[in-house]
């Protein structure tokens, strides 16, 4: 199915590599890759079934037990979604690419009051990219730290009343996925009224 024929509730679950199969009223989502097999003169085309998206949300494929974790991703989406720019401009003489490590720290950090393999581990912040976090932290701590004191900074600024911040960061604390799920699922409607409440001018 075309991506931009896609209803408005199931966008947010696209990224590269995925592809969506009308079924009914819902979508299954499938990740698409392709590999070189001896003997076949073209790639070869895999795909897997990741789960169905509805208007609901997404419902992951049901795995054996154990094999997929739950993951946090509320809080750290909501920090990097809204202060990435200011957290890379804050990494001096750093690219996007090479900031997004030290950044990606930094909300650990936040979260956990340390950056470990364990506590890298929990977030969807770090995906891919564990142990380039975990080497950001180790070599620029100094960074690391002045950036989450930054993540704290631009919360008490964009959410003023201390109440309202402590409700909306434990809110967003709450939310997590399955790891393999594909998107942001959204925020809780207790973290959207929050938001809305001061200013609405959030991702």
Avoid at 164 to 192: I, N, S, W
Wanted: hydrophobic share 40%.
């Amino acid at each position: 199915m075309k991506k931009n024929e896609l209803p408005e509730w199931a966008k947010k679950y696209d990224r590269k590599g995925v592809t969506f199969r009308k079924k009914g009223e819902s979508f299954a989502l499938l990740e698409v890759s392709s590999e070189r097999v001896e003997g076949k003169k073209h790639p070869v085309l895999r795909q897997k079934y990741l789960g169905t998206v509805t208007r609901e949300g997404f419902v992951p494929a049901r795995h054996a037990p154990g094999k997929v974790r739950m993951l946090e991703c509320g809080l750290s989406h909501f920090i990097l979604s809204n202060f990435t720019r200011v957290l890379t401009r804050a990494c001096f003489n750093s690219s996007a690419k090479f900031a997004a490590p030290k950044v990606a720290a930094s909300v650990v950090l936040f979260l956990y009051g340390q950056v470990t393999p364990v506590t890298v581990s929990l977030t969807m912040a770090t995906k891919d990219m564990e142990q380039d976090v975990l080497s950001a932290a180790e070599n620029s701590p100094v960074v690391v730290a002045r950036l989450r004191d930054r993540i704290s900074a631009l919360l008490k600024e964009r959410i003023k009343d201390e109440r309202e911040r402590t409700d909306l960061l434990a809110v967003l604390r709450q939310v997590q996925v399955f790891e393999d799920t594909p998107g942001f699922p959204g925020y809780p409607e207790q973290a959207a009224q929050i938001m809305e409440r001061n200013g609405g001018r959030f991702r």
